[in-house]
């Protein structure tokens, strides 16, 4: 049972939306929304345009995912292009029609998670930042502030997909049709996961 849900922000969500997503605004949306070539690997530049959601990734943290050798740096980034090259040709995030068969969809999804612990700085939360921008149609963004958002109990990623998969089932009208009023600055319809997000970080 979420403590909120999207309906919640129905009123104001064009304002917000609109404030978030402006060319002259000094959000993330007009550097972080350019997606980048689908079909490419993961990037160092990939990892650290995952910063502007609010990460503080440094060198440290990034070059050794790109480091020759057979460590859990390395490791990790397999499992990120792993996760890349699985979700390409997904369906939409909020299409699927079972909690069960949606997490079957993002099993590569689940498996970077996982490697994620034995790197330092790197969690799900990472994880979500980085891998949405490239795949904003089915990764979502996992962060404090959605957990918040659906309850301070909320833990696993696993979780939150389920919080917001059963959200957006009962909002998608509108979210969508809301949506389709923005494209992101390289021109691309912008994701259901991608304004419900928007909208709760506004919020």
């Not at 790109?66 to 699985?86: I, K, M, S, T, Y």
């Not at 089915?138 to 959200?167: C, H, T």
Request: glycine share 6%; no cysteine; net charge neutral.
């Amino acid at each position: 049972m979420v403590s909120r849900g999207l309906v919640s922000l129905k009123n104001g969500a064009k304002d917000k939306l609109d404030r978030y997503t402006s060319r002259t605004s000094g959000y993330a949306f007009n550097t972080y929304d350019h997606q980048g070539d689908v079909d490419l690997p993961l990037t160092p530049a990939d990892v650290l345009m995952a910063n502007l959601l609010s990460l503080r990734l440094s060198g440290r943290d990034v070059i050794p995912l790109f480091a020759e050798g057979d460590g859990p740096a390395q490791r990790l980034r397999v499992a990120l292009d792993d996760a890349l090259v699985a979700l390409r040709d997904v369906a939409p995030f909020e299409s699927h029609g079972a909690l069960t068969i949606l997490e079957e969809s993002v099993e590569k999804l689940t498996a970077a998670d996982a490697a994620t612990k034995s790197v330092k700085q790197w969690t799900e939360v990472t994880v979500s930042k980085v891998l949405h921008r490239r795949r904003p149609h089915i990764v979502p963004v996992i962060d404090s502030k959605v957990r918040k958002f659906y309850g301070i109990g909320i833990r696993q990623p696993m979780n939150v997909r389920q919080a917001l998969w059963e959200d957006l089932g009962e909002n998608e009208g509108w979210i969508r049709e809301l949506a389709a009023t923005k494209t992101t600055p390289d021109g691309r319809p912008l994701s259901l996961l991608r304004a419900a997000d928007i909208l709760i970080w506004m919020s």
